[in-house]
T-cell receptor
Framework: DVKVTQSSRYLVKRTGEKVFLECVQDMDHENMFWYRQDPGLGLRLIYFSYDVKMKEKGDIPEGYSVSREKKERFSLILESASTNQTSMYLC?????????????FGPGTRLTVL | ELKVEQNPLFLSMQEGKNYTIYCNYSTTSDRLYWYRQDPGKSLESLFVLLSNGAVKQEGRLMASLDTKARLSTLHITAAVHDLSATYFCAVDTRGGSEKLVFGKGTKLTVNP
């Protein structure tokens, strides 16, 4: 069974803290993605990675960075958390190229920055 | 820039009724996805539509794709309460489940 897991379901951090969100997939997928979901705005792509150590900016990369040292793991880093980064963060993975059938999503991390 | 518009954004319907959710997109794409999200949960894949004229059905839900009109529809037949959820369409900008652009979602409530 396809599985994408995220390190925390709920996280509370203070403004200025460095925050790490981790995502692991067990499907040997090449592509991994980080989205944030906000009411009324839908899902917006922050970053994605199509191979180890490869990354590409999405639509809203400002204030975020990512790391992919191993194929199965993709980390989202908030260098200095701010209150406007309070959101639901969703990780997803997929096969690369035209073999891709869909993106598989993790359960999400609800981050609150105080 | 690819834009994906869903309508309606909110839909309240009675059990047993039929309705259609529309998903329009602004540039050429041959791949469109539908996802379901229950409150507090993540997204679950419903349908993958890979070519013009594609039609997929699962239970009371049927999705179709018209790439020439840049339109996909999600039709609900004889709605039941269990279908209450938010439904998202997403368009593939690169032809390989990469860089999906999502609509804002349609929140469906099915009332007894």
């Amino acid at each position: 069974d396809v599985k994408v897991t995220q390190s925390s379901r709920y996280l509370v951090k203070r403004t200025g803290e460095k925050v790490f969100l981790e995502c692991v997939q067990d499907m040997d997928h090449e592509n991994m993605f980080w989205y944030r979901q906000d009411p009324g705005l839908g899902l917006r792509l922050i970053y994605f990675s199509y191979d180890v150590k490869m990354k590409e900016k999405g639509d809203i990369p400002e204030g975020y960075s990512v790391s992919r040292e191993k194929k199965e793991r993709f980390s989202l880093i908030l260098e200095s958390a701010s209150t406007n980064q309070t959101s639901m963060y969703l990780c997803a993975s997929s096969l690369w190229g035209l073999d891709a059938d869909t993106q598989y999503f993790g359960p999400g991390t609800r981050l609150t920055v105080l | 820039e690819l834009k994906v518009e869903q309508n309606p954004l909110f839909l309240s319907m009675q059990e047993g009724k039929n309705y259609t959710i529309y998903c329009n997109y602004s540039t050429t794409s041959d791949r469109l996805y539908w996802y379901r999200q229950d409150p507090g949960k993540s997204l679950e894949s419903l349908f993958v539509l890979l070519s013009n004229g594609a039609v997929k059905q699962e239970g009371r839900l049927m999705a179709s794709l018209d790439t020439k009109a840049r339109l996909s529809t999600l039709h609900i037949t004889a709605a039941v309460h269990d279908l209450s959820a938010t439904y998202f369409c997403a368009v593939d900008t690169r032809g390989g489940s990469e860089k999906l652009v999502f609509g804002k979602g349609t929140k469906l409530t099915v009332n007894p």
